[in-house]
């Protein structure tokens, strides 16, 4: 069977792969007449030259909501916060966390049942009482965005990025957001739901039947939900497909940037998007309100681009009058780690969430104790509550 195929259509089958998804496979292979075996190989080698597809959650659905904190670890605990944040994941709800290149702080995604910001605002307070932070900033998601590769500047076959700047336009259509607003909206979700779905946050292609597997949870229940639910009802909203860094990656010189706009009007938030989204090597964005709007795009690109990247960027703000309301941060990718749904912190039973903010904190104490030579501060002391947090996003 022919694997070769030309530029035009290497492009087509990406975009047909995300179009129908990397699990369907022979719909895809009849859509541009080609094997199906065709489409499996190339896939392979779509990963193995950096390019992985991650199924976009709408976590709203199994009733969570994103949170983005700022933490600024003091000069003890620095060292070892990343293994802190890790260690915390069975407990806390933490999702991704991202160190920055220069200075102390981190950053931290958590995604929270709705109604519980207050435990995680209260564990923050009671790190920051026992001196293992020196303050954060907390906001809560309106909206996130996930923008997947375009084919138009990357080269799949020989994993490599080219560029013409001069063909890079705003976007026409806005990548797809989903919107977390206040009040939970309804959320149908079960065990079932979650183990398929934290699967599929560490593989995309993963079969049913090897869920099945590896779950020990009988095939025919695993696909009924994987149809009904994850499907049908939009806990997974779609699959992006993204670069990972390919031989960049390997040797830790991929770049990772994070750029902030601070104090943005909510009528300026779509065109800004259709400006800065256009950037080739974009790919998650989100909109946090908490008294002011703070709009945040990430991007990873080769070290040969940073500098064309950093330029084009600056034209764009420039253009929006935008540029001094916003800061850029490298972020550290050997300081970082993602977190699948929290299984552990499901009752099957009770078929809701479950908060161990408490034990965490006894935890945290104990840790505390045995580093520093103190005693466990109580849980609930409270004593932080008034101190300043840190400085605003922009500030730094």
């Known amino acids: ?101 220069t200075g102390s702080w981190l950053t931290a995604h958590f995604s929270m049942p709705y109604g519980a910001g207050s435990h995680l605002r209260r564990l923050l307070d009671e790190m920051a ?15 996130v965005s996930y923008r997947g590769i375009d084919p138009e500047f990357f080269d799949p076959e020989a994993g490599e990025w080219d560029v013409d700047w001069t063909r890079v336009r705003p976007l ?19 065990y079932y739901d979650l183990a398929i779905l934290a699967e599929l946050q560490q593989d995309a292609r993963v079969p049913v039947a090897e869920i099945a597997e590896r779950t020990g949870v009988n095939e025919k229940t695993l696909a009924y939900h994987f149809n009904r639910h994850v499907v049908e009802n939009g806990i997974v909203r779609r699959y992006m497909l993204r670069w990972w860094g ?12 994070e750029l902030v706009v601070s104090g943005i009007r909510r009528r300026d938030v779509e065109e800004l998007r259709r400006r800065v989204e256009a950037l080739p090597f974009a790919y998650s964005s989100r909109l946090l309100e908490d008294g002011e709007l703070v709009y945040i795009l990430q991007a990873m690109m080769p070290p040969n681009y940073f500098n064309q990247s950093m330029i084009w960027m600056r034209d764009r703000l420039s253009e929006l009058g935008a540029l001094d309301a916003t ?47 103190a005693p466990s501060a109580p849980p609930g002391s409270g004593a932080a509550e008034d101190k300043e947090r840190g400085p605003s996003i922009a500030g730094r």
């Open 129 to 143: 009482d026992m001196g293992i932070i020196e303050g954060y900033r907390l906001r809560p998601a309106s909206w």
């Open 327 to 373: 800061s850029f941060r490298l972020l550290d990718a050997r300081e970082s780690m993602g977190f699948t749904v929290p299984l552990e912190l499901y009752n099957r039973e009770g078929e809701s969430w479950t908060m161990k903010v408490d034990e965490l904190i006894e935890k945290l104490g104990a840790v505390r104790a045995m580093v520093e030579g």
């Open 1 to 101: 069977m022919p694997r070769i195929i030309d530029a035009d259509r290497e492009k087509a089958l990406l975009n047909a792969l995300v179009e129908m998804s990397p699990r369907n496979l022979a719909a895809v292979a009849r859509s541009l007449g080609m094997p199906e075996e065709t489409v499996r190989y190339k896939l392979r080698r779509y990963y193995e030259r950096g390019l992985v597809f991650y199924a976009f959650p709408d976590l709203s659905r199994i009733g969570l909501r994103p949170y983005y904190a700022e933490l600024k670890f003091s000069g003890r605990w620095r060292p070892s916060a990343g293994q802190l944040l890790q260690s915390m994941s069975i407990y806390s709800y933490i999702s991704y966390y991202t160190g920055y290149l």
């Open 172 to 190: 026409e259509e806005l990548p797809d957001r989903v919107d977390y607003p206040e009040e939970s909206p309804r959320a149908e979700f079960d």
């Open 246 to 257: 390919g031989s960049y990656a390997k040797t830790n010189t991929v770049t990772y940037l």
